[in-house]
T-cell receptor, first 108, second 114 residues
Framework: KNEVEQSPQNLTAQEGEFITINCSYS?????LHWLQQHPGGGIVSLFM???GKKKHGRLIATINIQEKHSSLHITASHPRDSAVYIC??????????FGKGTRLSVIA | KAGVTQTPRYLIKTRGQQVTLSCSPI?????VSWYQQTPGQGLQFLFE???????NKGNFPGRFSGRQFSNSRSEMNVSTLELGDSALYLC?????????????FGQGTRLTVV
């Protein structure tokens, strides 16, 4: 069974700061998702990656398959980035396994 | 393109009752997965349907069931509700539901059992 660990659990940053959220998993995977959940509850898929690096606006996601580790970076953070960020992995045809999430608060 | 639509958004039920939640996937998507989110357990997989067939099932009691219709819309049902069933129920759709396929989530249905 895949275990997914995220760190930190909670993060408070000043507007403009560079933010890094980490995700480690225990078993080889086919793909990894980074998800964003706002207080209303809905979830938005930010990235799905199986190797290397992806960039979308101020968000960058990287994955190291050998080390079983992924990071989500937010450059020039803004209060609207405040949300819970969730890492989820998929291995073979098994369902998504989720981390507990990282609660980010960006203060103006 | 319309997103994933879940109805209702909020629901209050009494212990022992049953409830049915609905999920309409993105047009053309054939896979619908259901998840339960609670503060203590986080997000947990309930089941996945693909072309009207249950393809995967999580570790939940038989009180939790689901189905998918020919238009890919899915429903999940929880019978004999317990207080611990209070949670946010999310569904996600994807085109194939196979490996390396992006999933699109709905806004969720928040169920409160009193």
């Amino acid at each position: 069974k895949n275990e997914v660990e995220q760190s930190p659990q909670n993060l408070t940053a000043q507007e403009g700061e560079f933010i890094t959220i980490n995700c480690s998993y225990s078993v080889g995977i086919s793909a990894l998702h980074w998800l964003q959940q706002h207080p209303g509850g809905g979830i938005v898929s930010l990235f799905m990656l199986s190797s290397g690096k992806k960039k979308h606006g101020r968000l960058i996601a990287t994955i190291n398959i050998q080390e079983k580790h992924s990071s989500l970076h937010i450059t020039a953070s803004h209060p609207r980035d405040s949300a819970v960020y969730i890492c989820a992995v998929i291995a073979g045809n098994t369902p998504l396994v989720f981390g507990k999430g990282t609660r980010l608060s960006v203060i103006a | 393109k319309a997103g994933v639509t879940q109805t209702p958004r909020y629901l209050i039920k009494t212990r022992g009752q049953q409830v049915t939640l609905s999920c309409s996937p993105i047009s053309g998507h054939r896979s619908v997965s259901w998840y339960q989110q609670t503060p203590g357990q986080g997000l947990q997989f309930l089941f996945e349907y693909f072309s009207e067939t249950q393809r995967n099932k999580g570790n939940f009691p038989g009180r939790f069931s689901g189905r998918q219709f020919s238009n890919s819309r899915s429903e999940m049902n929880v019978s004999t509700l317990e207080l611990g069933d209070s949670a946010l129920y999310l569904c996600a759709s994807s085109g194939q539901g196979a490996v390396n396929t992006e999933a699109f989530f709905g806004q969720g249905t928040r169920l409160t059992v009193v």
